[in-house]
């Protein structure tokens, strides 16, 4: 088949898809993302061209493999590895249960196989908890190496990424072997984390994230001729970073993974990255995945530019090869426009829940056929049993739409749109009731720092109602109609630039968009979802 080559645009992966971790197998390539939070855990996509992705069903769609329940904001799921060996798939990730209270963190460190990327998946295997951002690197003498930062609780500020722990894994045993040798400490860029190791003309690469992973992030190279080291820095050190670089649209570039082209030729980066709305420094769409091609000179990596020169910034374009007679654009699961639709259950590729499976007896699409039903679960504020669906924002510029039908006759059930960051950050179109006007739709805001601040009440009649946002850049606006053809703006105008981790200081998401049910009175009250609108503008 002939082929020719495609340009893509970064990045390739947008909205919420930090954290990649890439690997090759069976004829396609498949990158794992972080979810933190969010449920099932680990996001893959598959491509055989690296131009055209699919998504995989979340691995860790069972209590068996994840329970998050409780957890706060931004733990849960950071940095999985995923890797292929000898029939199998290794997925390594780490379940955060604490990072942001006190100087300790509580990263217990599992993993699981599956001979399919669909499973079935394993039981989880505990390895271990003294560092966060695993991976498995499986050498060609068949021995199995497992790497992680240390963390230090007693240091403060970047001497707590104390350095990058080296540990055999046994995996018949499912135990490591005594060694645990710390192999490199870093470099004066600090926040040593995300190890990946490597092996290529006799070299071992070791590649690790530095900087933190805000504005200041990086990607780090060292190599030995011994695994177990020493590692000799990069000459031209980081690999890849826009600190300094303002002008780049891609910022916060640092956390990735390399692999090798199908063909054996070529050497594919990912990386994360994130787009700071214009003139500002919020990145709501959460950190990204590139793509980048790697260049190699005397046994060191550099990154091609979109121009073809070597240097240490993301490119925005590059080439990668395609098969002239595959006319199909690029494509990316949930970024173009989609029109979700509950008679089965496909739309759940794109929607995630909080924290806990989705089961039948909370989001149902039998008990009223032809729409999602959500039973009514804790509040917005809850760490444990929320109901809400809800998707990545993809684009600066998107309207998203439901139709719901919910009759409360009580104040504390209220169902509605939900546009979000994290428990403390999000807006809440909301269907409820007040003892005084009956059925009322009011605009709820949930800011940190702020007091919670409630809308006015507007009257409806009884039945279905529309429910609208649109968000162009900062401002997000949302509508309201009872026929679905007329619709009337409800205050106030919100800020969309406050969903995202750079407003809240220290956070790892991006924002969401979606369908929510909460009823603390008995936990049973439901509200009808007939369909789910995405449309980037």
């Known amino acids: 088949m002939s082929s020719s080559t495609v340009q893509l645009k970064n990045p390739i992966l947008p909205g919420f898809h930090p954290d990649p971790s890439i690997c090759y197998a069976n004829g396609e390539y498949y990158i794992a993302n972080s979810t933190f939070e969010w449920y099932p855990g680990v996001e893959i996509c598959r491509s055989k061209d690296l131009i055209h992705w699919t998504s995989v069903p979340s691995p860790l769609s069972e209590k068996r493999l994840l329970d998050m329940n409780g957890e706060k904001f931004s733990c849960g799921i950071w ?7 000898n029939g199998l798939f290794y997925l390594i990730y780490t379940n955060v249960r604490n990072w942001n209270v006190g100087p300790m963190k509580d990263c217990p460190n599992f993993l699981t196989t599956a001979p ?29 190496w497992y790497v992680h930062p240390e963390w230090d609780y007693r240091e403060y500020g970047p001497r707590q990424f104390s350095g990058i722990i080296l540990r055999e894994y ?5 135990r490591f072997t005594d060694l645990r040798k710390k192999i490199y400490t870093g470099t004066d860029i600090g926040c040593v984390e995300g190890p990946h190791l490597y092996k290529r003309n006799g070299w071992y690469y070791l590649l690790a994230a530095e900087g933190g992973t805000s504005y200041e992030h990086a990607l780090t190279v ?42 054996g030729k070529k050497t594919y980066l990912v990386y994360l990255c994130g787009r700071p709305l214009p003139g500002t420094r919020m990145c709501v769409l959460g950190r990204e995945t590139g793509l980048a091609e790697i260049e190699w000179k005397d046994d060191w990596p550099y990154v091609i530019q979109s121009d073809g020169t070597l240097g240490s910034i993301p490119p925005e374009t590059l080439k990668v090869p395609k098969n002239e007679e595959d006319i ?9 426009a989609v029109h979700y639709v509950f008679t089965d259950n496909s739309y759940l590729a794109d929607f995630k829940a909080l924290r806990i499976p989705l089961d039948e007896s909370r989001y149902s699409i039998k008990r009223n056929p032809g729409c999602l039903t959500i039973r009514g679960g804790q509040s917005p504020w809850s760490f444990y049993d929320q109901s809400l ?23 504390q059930q209220y169902a509605g749109l939900t546009y979000r960051y994290d428990e403390e950050s999000q807006y809440l179109l909301q269907v409820t009731y007040d003892e005084k006007k009956g059925k009322v739709l009011q605009l709820n805001s949930i800011l940190p720092g702020q007091p919670f601040e409630r809308g006015m009440e507007v009257p409806l009649k009884e039945g279905p109602v529309w429910l609208k946002l649109e968000v162009s850049y900062s401002k997000a606006r949302f509508y309201w109609s009872q026929d679905g053809q007329n619709y009337r703006m409800i205050r106030p105008l919100c800020d969309a630039s406050k969903l ?32 789910f609108d995405y449309k980037p503008l």
Not at 392 to 409: I, Y
């Open 116 to 144: 399919s990327i669909e499973g079935p998946w394993s039981d989880p295997v505990f390895l271990d908890a003294s560092g966060f951002d695993p991976s498995l690197f499986h050498d060609d003498d068949g021995r199995h």
């Open 389 to 411: 669906l809800a998707r990545r924002q993809m684009h600066f510029c998107f309207v998203a739409e439901t139709k719901l039908d919910f009759e409360p006759d009580y104040f």
């Open 79 to 85: 940095a999985p590895c995923l890797s292929y060996d």
């Open 328 to 336: 199909r654009p690029a494509f990316c699961p949930g970024s173009q």
């Open 170 to 174: 046994l995996p018949k045993e499912k």
């Open 222 to 263: 060292a190599r030995s001729r011994n695994i177990e080291g020493p590692y000799e820095t990069h000459p031209a050190n980081p690999l890849i970073t826009t600190y300094g670089h303002e002008e780049s649209p891609l910022q916060k570039v640092g956390h990735g993974s390399w692999v090798t082209s199908a063909d």
């Open 500 to 531: 995202s981790d750079d407003y809240m200081e220290m956070g790892f998401t991006g924002a969401f968009v979606g369908m929510f049910c909460v009823d603390t009175e008995f936990y049973r009250k439901e509200a009808k979802f007939y369909w």
